[in-house]
């Protein structure tokens, strides 16, 4: 299984942004999204938690169907630049059994500017 995810760019303070991370699986894989994080890396810091489906400023949606889970940031500030990571527990289930795992995506520049 692997975390896709896109939609980063360059946006204006006050903007917003919609960040997605898909999961996919090579054919045959059944595999489900028990939970779905989104954390962020800034230039020189630590990286840090930013959603998950129960607290954080933004918000985070799915669509279980398309295996994606949404980020939307609203009013974003200069200082939410920064590298932005899905990570997510996934259960694959396998004919021997289920595997439960834990899996980052690539990551997504978000650039704020003042």
């Known amino acids: 299984v692997q975390l896709q995810a896109s939609g980063g760019g360059l946006v204006q303070a006050g903007g917003s942004l919609r960040l997605s991370c898909t999961a996919s699986g090579s054919s045959g894989t059944i595999f489900s999204i028990n939970s779905m994080a989104w954390y962020r890396q800034a230039p020189g810091r630590e990286r840090e938690l930013v959603a998950t489906d129960k607290l954080g400023r933004f918000t985070i949606s799915r669509d279980n169907a398309k295996n994606t889970v949404y980020l939307q940031m609203n009013s974003l500030k200069p200082e939410d630049t920064a590298v932005y990571y899905c990570?997510?527990?996934?259960?694959?289930?396998?004919?021997?059994?289920?595997?439960?795992?834990?899996?980052w995506g690539q990551g997504t520049l978000v650039t704020v500017s003042s």
């Open positions: 990570n997510a527990v996934i259960t694959i289930t396998q004919p021997i059994g289920t595997i439960i795992n834990d899996y």
